[in-house]
Structures are given as C-alpha cells and as structure tokens.
C-alpha cells in the first residue's frame, strides 16, 4: 500500500472515530450531531476514493454515503453560532437538494461502468450534476464562513475567541488548499496530486473542528462553574448583610451608609449595591435601609405604654436624624404619616 492510500485509510478511520465520538456523546447537543454526520459523510467519500483502484464500479456505492460533507459542515456551523432554531425544513430541503445531486451523480457512474451502458445523455446529465454539486458546495462553504463572521463584531470576549479560532481554521483549511492547488503542476494535480490535497484539507477540517468543540464546551463548563460559584458567594454575603443590619440592628445607625457595610464585610460597595438589586429586590442600599427603619417605627408607634413619645422621638429612635426624612420615609413604605399611623393604631 502506498503513502497515499496510508494517509487515506487514516482519514477515514479519524472521520469515523469522531462521528462515534460526538455521536455517543452522553449530553448531546444538535451541533455534535451535525458534526458527527459531516463526520461519517467525509469518512464514505475518503473510502470511495481510497477502493476506487480495486473495487470500481462498487466504490460509486460507497461514494453515496459521502452526501453530507460541506452540507453537514455548513447545518454544524448553524447549529454552532445560532441558539434559536439552528436547522429548519428550509435548510434540510436544501441540504437534500446537494445529496441527491451527489447521490444521483454516483449511481449514473455506477451504472455507466456496471453495465456498460452507452447512452449520450448519461455524460451530458453527469456533467450538470457536477457543475450543480460545484455550485451548491461552494455556496454552503460560503454560507459556513458567513455563520462565524455575522457574529464577530457583537460577540463577547470569550465568544469572539471561539469565532476567530473557527474562521482562522477554516479559511486555513479552505484557502490553503486552494493555494495549493493553483502552485500544482497540471500534472501532478492531475495524478495523485488533487488526492493528496483532499486528504489534507479533511484532516485539517476535522481536527480542528473537534479541538474547536472541545474548546468551546470547556469554556462554557468554566462559566458554568464561575457563575454557580459567583451565586454561592452572593448568597453568603447577603446572609451576612442580612445578620449586619438586623441582628446587630445596624440599620438604627442614622449616619450609617453603603460604605460602612462594605468596609466591615472587607468588600466592594458595588458587591453590597448589588445584592440589595438581586438578593433583597430593594432600589437601593438607603431604600432598604428604610423600609427596616419604618417596620420598626411601627412597633414603636403601636405600642400602648409608648403613646405618648413625640415622633420626632420615634424617627430618631429608629434611625432618622431627624422629623423632616422619617415622614418622607414613612409616607412611602406606610401610605400615611406617623401620627395618622398612631391614630389608627390606638383605634383598633
């Protein structure tokens, strides 16, 4: 066997071993599927060319089964960047619109050296078929790049690391080929040359798609854990925000502030405004403040044996400088003014 048909036989065999891999994959996810059948596609079409010398006519067969190379490379690529409906029935139809072109191409071939069938319009069809297969191949790719390009200019930090390492990869993958191609002698590219060329640009595609996914869902389990960690310590400090301003009754201090809590907790004030916004659903640090200031004033304001504390003394005892703000104050959280409060209360 000669290096060729070796590094064929390595093709395929890397082609199937990862259509396995993401296709058994335990949390599949659309995209490893997509990926596991442009995988199996690139494998069959490898293996059609690799028994073409010792099993024509049946390696058309086998070509068959490579229907979905740069159409399953291009439902990947959807199912990468988009969230939302990755894959449509519009997409498939177009995708089955390429396959059954490749398909067709194959049996005609197939039957043209099977049984020698010599009829004028089997050349003239095959001929439309591949300039059909050339023109709706070059589009997908097309439309692959475009995927990972629409997204880099509103892409996050992490994101537009992923698109750049996947447009780098794949225009290597693609344009180098090409390049090589053009540098060919018309000999060579028409020997072993053009195999040799096919054989690379799948190793380059497939290795570093994989190391692409592999990357991208490490990054997405960091995150994961950053953001499970980030809750975890949330929901500790707004338990020691909590024990701050209620068990040590912090919040009676009227010139007590966002930076008095965050210096005795050691932490930044924005962490503290924070929690007040998603732990405590309060406007603010003042606001929350506040609304403990006034729940008790209202214990004090309906006690029987303190009926008669003036309100200026109520709003100090509570935590006001003074009976201008705890009217406000009480105003907004009760609806009414403090002697209004009183009154109701010693009604009842």
């Keep these: ?22 296709y058994r994959l335990r949390e599949k996810h659309v995209l490893h599927l997509a990926f596991a059948i442009f995988c199996a596609s690139s494998s069959m079409h490898i293996a059609g ?26 439902l990947f690529s959807r199912a990468f960047f988009r969230k939302a409906n990755p894959i449509n029935r519009h997409h498939l139809l177009f995708v089955g619109l390429l396959g059954a072109c490749l398909i067709l191409r194959h049996l005609l071939r197939f039957s043209e050296k099977m049984w020698l069938v010599d009829t004028d319009w089997i050349p003239t069809l095959a001929t439309v078929l591949s300039e ?10 097309i439309l692959a790049f475009w995927e990972g390009y629409r997204v880099l200019q509103s892409a996050t930090a992490t994101q537009r690391k992923i698109t750049t390492i996947y ?29 040799w060329l096919v054989v690379f640009a799948y190793i380059l595609i497939l290795t570093s798609t994989h190391g692409l996914i592999r990357y991208r869902q490490q990054q997405l389990n960091q995150k994961e854990k950053s953001t499970g960690s980030t809750i975890h ?14 068990e040590e009754k912090c919040f009676l201090e009227s010139s007590l502030r966002v930076a008095d809590i965050a210096r005795e907790l050691d932490v930044p004030e924005y962490r503290i405004r924070a929690i007040m916004l998603n732990h ?28 008669d504390w003036p309100v200026l003394v109520v709003g100090i005892e509570s935590g006001f400088a003074s009976a201008a703000p705890f009217t406000r104050a009480f105003k907004e959280f009760a609806g009414c003014t403090p002697g209004q409060y009183r009154k109701q209360q010693l009604a009842t």
């Design 280 to 307: 405590f659903n309060a406007k603010n640090f003042n606001h929350y403040v506040n609304q403990m200031r006034i729940e008790y004033a209202k214990t004090i304001l309906s006690a029987p044996d303190k009926h």
């Design 132 to 141: 059909a297969i050339a023109i709706l191949s070059s589009g997908m790719l």
């Design 1 to 22: 066997m000669d290096l060729l048909k070796i590094a064929q036989l390595f093709t395929v065999l890397l082609s199937l071993s990862l259509a396995i891999i993401h």
């Design 167 to 195: 447009l780098s990869s794949f225009m290597i993958s693609v344009v180098s080929v090409m390049l090589i191609a053009a540098a060919l002698t018309p000999d060579l590219l028409a020997g072993t040359g053009r195999d």
């Design 49 to 74: 060319k690799l028994t073409g010398d010792y099993w024509a006519p049946y390696h058309h067969l086998i070509g068959t089964l490579g229907f979905a190379t740069c159409s399953g490379y291009w």
């Design 233 to 246: 310590e949330e929901s500790i400090l707004a338990h020691q925000i909590h024990a701050l301003l209620v």
